[in-house]
């Protein structure tokens, strides 16, 4: 075969292997945690209420955290509220998920309203305790976890785009108004 001949048949599956990568997505293929298909329903904390979050959060930024009413990081409800507050209106959602996976959970989910509710002002999302890591974590946790990583401790926070899809996650330690919560959170609006 010519020199000519190989070098035109060569060309193109060549560049189709040097370059796929770069032609290809980056991102891996993510399914919405809260799209309309995905058919969570939870009831609202200490009430009975359910709330189909699909309906409730898609579409929308919302920053997830999960709760315990007994923790050394519970004082952490004050900022989350501060947040929701400063950002409600920019269709920031805040959605807070109680659990005892860290045994710091009430009993008694009057308490953990108690707590929430009367103790701290909280008026964003809060949900009836569930749990939250494991094989039994609740599924909005379990795709949360598969996009980024499980809850290590109480009060771990995630922002999650309007495409459904978790951006940043921050440790227990990492206050709702820190700058770099902030910055996910300006980032997804």
Not at 89 to 110: I, M, N
Request: proline content about 7%.
């Amino acid at each position: 075969m010519p020199l000519d001949t190989f070098r035109r048949r060569l060309l193109p599956f060549a560049l189709t292997i040097l370059c796929a990568p770069a032609l290809a997505d980056e991102s891996p293929t993510v399914a919405p945690i809260f799209g309309q298909g995905s058919g969570y329903e939870l009831r609202r904390l200490h009430a009975d209420e359910l709330v189909r979050l699909a309906e409730r959060y898609a579409g929308q930024p919302v920053l997830v955290v999960n709760t315990a009413s007994h923790c050394g990081f519970t004082r952490q409800f004050r900022e989350l509220e501060v947040v929701h507050q400063t950002y409600k209106d920019r269709g920031l959602k805040v959605a807070g998920f109680p659990s005892d996976d860290f045994r710091q959970e009430a009993d008694d989910e009057a308490k953990t309203a108690e707590v929430c509710f009367q103790n701290f002002g909280v008026t964003f999302d809060m949900y009836a305790p569930i749990t939250v890591t494991g094989e039994a974590a609740h599924p909005l946790f379990r795709e949360i976890a598969r996009q980024s990583s499980a809850p290590t401790w109480n009060f771990h926070k995630y922002v999650i785009d309007r495409n459904g899809r978790v951006v940043a996650a921050f440790p227990s330690r990492v206050k709702p108004d820190a700058p770099e919560v902030l910055k996910a959170i300006e980032r997804v609006l």
